[in-house]
């Protein structure tokens, strides 16, 4: 019968490591399985459809309005924050060592949520994004932030894969336009000539909130559905009063050696800097 544990059992290789220090960003391959994968596929799409049929606002949109920028072509994006609160799987996904030990080797040992979002691209007319860094929606002190994009099905080009610009989170966090959300310039960074990461259902991108990247168009007949964890060491704390979530500072691994995550939304957790 499975244990609980504490015991690091999925930790990067040291040359998944050192691919990750000097790029900001790292596909692992295969951890998890496509059966896996298949059945959190269709717990996104459960909890989309029950969105819509609940006529939440917001679930379907256009994506990023600067999304323009990259195609004159129809766009959709479905997405939910906080998935953790409509699914157990999700939830329990969150906690999976096979996800959280190989962000500790990046992030260190104690691992804390910041937010989730899936991401469903549509057939034909999924949204590209720009590319940009995350950094100037939630920007902390120390820059332990990385995000997680966990793939449920197949991501290849065609479908508006994420694209990254490697080395670029050792520039430092970047002036960024704000028409249609925080993006870096179209003709100085052009989606299609930036660097591909085709991934297969069950992989894991990791990349640093420094890191310059952005996807293009799912032209594909397929969906791409996936999920993005973004996450932190618990003693880098928040600058900015920004991007507030009711699942911030959940622990994913370790533990808060600041034990400053009070329940109310005035937590200096989720907040500001502690004094």
Known sequence: MPMLTSTKKYGLTPEEKAFYD?????????VFTRAEAALLREEAH???????ANQTAGVVNQGWGAGAKVTELPRQLLHCHNVQFHSAILARL????RLTDRAADIIGPNIQLHHTKMFIKPPEKGAPFPMHQDVPYFPHQHHSMIAAIIHFDDAPIEKGCVRV????????????LKD???HLSTTEYPVAECT??????????????????GSGLNESAEARTT???QMRDPEDLPIVKT???????AMLRGVDPLANHGPGVDSAKRLEVAP
């Open 46 to 52: 459960q909890i989309a459809r029950r969105l819509q």
């Open 180 to 182: 249609g959300g925080h």
């Open 94 to 97: 969150l906690t999976d060592p």
């Open 243 to 249: 991007h507030l979530s009711r699942g911030q500072g």
């Open 196 to 213: 591909p990461c085709p991934a297969e259902a069950g992989d894991v991108l990791f990349f640093s909130y420094l890191t310059i990247h």
């Open 165 to 176: 610009v490697p080395g670029s989170f050792k520039l430092g966090p970047l002036d960024h």
């Open 227 to 229: 999920l993005l964890v």
């Open 22 to 30: 000097d790029g900001g960003y790292l596909l692992a391959k295969a």
